[in-house]
């Protein structure tokens, strides 16, 4: 296995570019602990790339991207840029193509709740707990967003906005694979999201996953319709393990998720594209947050999910398994201690509120 890896960094825009120093530092971190080295290269990407050249996703960037070993991803977007084409303003200018573009058709978004942190989730406490940990499947690459035809046009006189829905067999097999396979590795509990009743996508979809399933045999399969798996993961949100869900769905309940989780600042995700073997993929790695604007500049941003995320890159793009779980229980002990930034803080007398950066180098240090 190698020990050199080459990154792409497109820190972005509002926190995206503090959380991402953070993310720097326990790259740095891991590099002297575990012997392996990290080429870095930053680029430019949505509103900072769109100041700086006139578009949210330069060539310059595209092909850095081509060239590393796995891309890590801050934020994009903010009020400055809300004005643009739609075609061009940062998130639909620069996610939805790299996404296309490098085939990312799975997103792992693991929504945790740490049991130190269940009084920051709005749900009561005696649902979680003892804190949770859930992992939502999303397929990235397919239905409504790139779906075709897809156009606002005039009809009989009125706007008319069309989107189009198609999914593939073989689109749902593939994320379908990915999902059985993560639920054989924990606790071996899969929850199947669909709309079935309605949408013959939905009809495709539960023929599909059932095939699947046969492959999986220790593996326990459920269904559920959307609409009640939105009710479900607030009511009992320790029940569930891996859910598996088409685009719009994942988009929507795994935000749903981050939000009963405590914080999307604690919330890292995966987009997962081409094997390289082994159980090896590359990928686009991202904090589940957006670029919150409101607070950037202003050193308060939680690092931990920015943090988390290159986790996740040295598990699924590298094989570093041992130095991602040195993060991952770095970010607990941290925890722990009672490092808290402001959208996990509630004053309590055992918690020590922090910054950006103070949180950062507590994780750092803990890393061994």
């Not at 590359?282 to 943090?307: L, T, V």
């Not at 995320?309 to 607990?332: Q, T, W």
């Not at 002990?333 to 950066?357: A, H, L, M, N």
Request: proline share 5%; glycine share 10%; charged share 25%.
């Amino acid at each position: 296995m190698s020990n050199s890896f080459k990154i792409a960094v497109l820190a972005g825009d509002g926190i995206g570019p503090e959380v991402m120093a953070g993310a720097r530092q326990v790259l740095d971190k891991i590099s002297e602990t575990q012997g392996v080295s990290f080429e870095c290269e930053e680029k430019l990407v949505g509103g900072a790339a769109i100041d700086a050249t006139g578009g949210p996703l330069p060539e310059d960037t595209i092909k850095t991207c081509e060239e590393s070993d796995a891309i890590l991803f801050g934020s994009v977007g903010g009020p400055k840029w809300e004005s643009l084409p739609p075609e061009i303003q940062p998130e639909r200018g620069a996610l939805l193509p790299l996404r296309k573009h490098f085939g990312l058709f799975a997103n792992l978004r693991p929504a945790v709740c740490f049991p130190a942190l269940t009084h920051a989730s709005p749900v009561k406490e005696d649902r979680i707990a003892g804190g949770f940990d859930v992992l939502c499947v999303r397929e990235l690459t397919g239905g409504i967003y790139f779906g075709s035809p897809k156009s606002i046009e005039e009809q009989d006189g009125e706007k008319v906005a069309i989107d189009t829905m198609v999914y593939r067999a073989s689109e749902v097999e593939r994320i379908a694979h990915v999902a059985f396979t993560a639920a054989a590795k924990r606790d071996c509990r899969l929850t199947s999201i669909d709309k079935a009743n309605v949408l013959q996508n939905g009809i495709l979809w539960r023929e599909v996953v059932e095939r699947v399933a046969a492959e999986y045999p220790d593996v326990k399969l459920d269904h559920l319709y959307v609409d009640n798996a939105a009710m479900q993961l607030i009511a009992r949100p320790r029940d569930f393990d891996v859910v598996l869900a088409p685009n719009l769905f994942g988009d929507i309940l795994s935000d749903e998720m981050a939000m009963i989780a405590g914080s999307l600042g604690m919330l890292s995700s995966a987009s997962l594209g081409k094997s390289k073997g082994d159980g090896l993929y590359f990928g686009m790695y991202e904090p589940s947050g957006g670029s919150a604007p409101d607070i950037a500049g202003q050193g308060i941003a939680n690092p931990i999910a920015q943090i988390l995320s290159v986790s996740m890159m040295l598990k699924f793009s590298f094989g570093l398994n041992d130095a991602a779980d040195a993060i991952d229980g770095a970010v607990r002990q941290v925890i722990d201690k009672g490092y808290r930034t402001g959208d996990i803080y509630t004053g309590s007398d055992d918690q020590k509120k922090v910054g950006t950066v103070e949180m950062s180098e507590a994780i750092v240090n803990l890393i061994s």
